[in-house]
């Protein structure tokens, strides 16, 4: 799973690995990496858990951690797409896209690409894309004239918002792509949970929005339930191109369910992650 080495992700690992599973999470940085796989197996007592690099800000970095990861391990049952990030200013990644854009979607979208081959052969298999309901601030869709938020004005949330959109495109796009191959994929959203999200960086803002809520918000642990009820009950076998809430079907916005938006998404990130 993506970004493992906290919040969601890390419950989710730690869930997980209580069920037996082998897990390997992924982190930047290699010391916050090394602590969550401590944590997870102090927590779980015989948690099978690694960790491996990977920086979705970084095409190289995509593909380097998809070549480690095949050389590892011969398959791979689950695909978590957890990592997320938002920014209060826009920046360049090293790609020369847009942060947000890169690391919640692009990043993912060539992961997924990159992977899909061994979920293929390991079938059945399921991939699992944390989105949000988030994804309804995005009103009016995606702008594909400006989906690097060049020309309109740069507000981390409403970035934040068309990036969860794109998360359920991928969602359902690849669903679609993938019918009949035993690989299902399907969305989540995690509900409101107390996570350190918003509060590193430059996000300050954002961040205090987010202390303030805290006493309304589900833990980690309660957020990671519906991601391992995909990721491992039988209620979901066979099931694709959903996207859940607390176990239930979530509710989608309008743009979300424009099927032609998903497949131009779809084209524009093969090319811009060169996957195509
Ligand atoms: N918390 C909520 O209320 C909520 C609600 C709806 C959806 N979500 C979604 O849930 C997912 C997990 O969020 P969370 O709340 O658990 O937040 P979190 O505690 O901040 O965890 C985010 C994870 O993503 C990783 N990450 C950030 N930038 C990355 C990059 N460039 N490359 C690789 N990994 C990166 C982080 O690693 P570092 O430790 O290195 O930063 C961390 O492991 C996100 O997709 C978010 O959009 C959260």
Known sequence: MTGGNAGIGKATAEGLARLGARVVITAR???RGERAVEDVRLRTGRGQVDWMPLNLASLASVRSFADDFGSRFDRLDVL???????????????????????????????LAQLLVDRLRAGAPSRIIVVSSDAHTGARRGLDFEDLQWERRG??????????????????FELA???????????AVHPGFVGTQFGRGGDTRLLGLGTLIARPFSRRPARGAQGVIWLAASPDVEGVTGEFFFDCSPARRSKPARDAEAARRLWDLSARLSGAA
Do not use: C
Not at 80 to 106: I, K, M
């Open 29 to 31: 940085d290699p010391a």
């Open 80 to 110: 978590d797409l957890n990592a997320g990030a938002v920014h209060s200013r826009r920046r360049l990644t090293e790609d020369g896209y847009e942060t947000q854009f890169q690391v919640n979607h692009l990043g993912h979208f060539l």
């Open 154 to 171: 740069y507000r981390s949330m409403a970035v934040y918002s068309h990036t969860k959109l794109m998360n359920l495109y991928l969602t």
């Open 176 to 186: 679609r792509r993938l019918e009949g191959t035993g690989v299902t994929v399907n």
